[in-house]
């Protein structure tokens, strides 16, 4: 009887790259199931605007990670690794194959490499203060805090900014260096790789397909159950902006125009983070990625064999 092993396969790249349609291909070819790697489709009802997948694109395959706490409430990268963890665990058990599929790079790190994030609890007062300060401002704050801490930081990412100079604020000492502990099984990273030009037409493409669905009337009916106007800024891109229009601070022209931008620039800021990872193996076409796969699963059970018999 052949040993179950413990593996997990990640698929991740830029915004609007084709991650979803992919990952369920995978899924169903490999025997697979997916753990969502997006730091906004945790969140219930936001659908429209995250591009969260639908029952009926699902196929039936398994899907974790999703929907897993209210718009109101703040969600930490490590509430994501216990649950992505214990999902993955889950998925392994059953036999089947995880498929960690998402372009939130922080969060993929956190599972791959094991990031364990410093304890130190947040203090809400100090981080209502810090939003209101531009992200110019915050990282000139955490510049005179801790200049080791801002070599590495996403200079343009204000929760991550305004994250470390809470914990410096809170702990009276730089941020700690932060600790690993590594998947102990084979991980295959594999990428989409899309021209500059050609995510710029698929970002387009699917603003439009998004505004059609209803995007402005999902963010309206979040106003209307309670979120603030910050907050929904707070979570970016498409709700930032639609946000403003409904607040008459932008007509509808320059919020589909920033939209556009935004993800964009974004698309940039996530190439930027998985380009540092020189073991995601960056794939074309549907048959490159289908061999790449079928050669992990055959090396890594070959290793674990190798491994119990010390061959």
């Known amino acids: 009887m052949r040993k179950k092993l413990q593996k997990l396969i990640v698929i991740l790249g830029p915004t609007a790259s084709g991650k979803t349609a992919l990952s369920i291909n995978l899924a169903k070819k490999f025997n697979g199931e997916i753990v969502s790697a997006d730091s906004r489709q945790v969140y219930k009802g936001m659908d429209i605007g995250t591009g969260k997948v639908t029952k009926k694109e699902m196929q039936g395959i398994p899907h974790y990670l999703l929907d897993v706490v209210s718009p109101k409430r703040r969600f930490t990268v490590t509430q994501y690794r216990n649950l992505a963890l214990r999902a993955i665990n889950k998925i392994q058990k059953a036999g089947k194959i995880p498929f960690l599929v998402g372009g939130t790079g922080f969060y993929i790190q956190a599972i791959v490499e094991g990031i364990v994030i410093p304890e130190v609890k947040p203090d809400w007062k100090l981080r209502k203060q810090l939003e209101k300060k531009s992200i110019k401002e915050l990282y000139e704050i955490l510049k005179k805090l801790d200049p080791r801490r801002i070599r590495t930081i996403e200079k343009e990412n204000p929760r991550r900014l305004i994250r470390a100079i809470e914990i410096v604020l809170k702990t009276k ?112 076409n549907y048959q490159e990625v289908k061999t790449l796969i079928k050669n992990f699963l055959k090396m890594a059970f070959i290793k674990i064999i190798d491994k119990k018999f010390k061959f």
């Open 173 to 284: 000492k730089p941020v700690p260096i932060l600790k690993f502990q590594p998947l102990p099984y084979p991980v295959l990273m594999i990428g989409i790789k899309k021209t500059p030009q050609g995510l710029k037409k698929l970002i387009k493409n699917r603003l439009l397909k998004r505004l059609k669905k209803g995007m402005v009337a999902e963010v309206r009916r979040l106003r209307k159950e309670g979120l603030s106007w910050q907050r929904l800024e707070e979570f970016g891109l498409e709700y930032r902006y639609i946000a403003q229009y409904l607040q008459k601070k932008i007509n509808y022209y320059e919020m589909t125009e920033k939209i556009k931008k935004e993800s964009e620039q974004y698309s940039k800021r996530q190439m930027t983070w998985f380009k540092r990872d020189k073991r995601i193996k960056w794939i074309k």
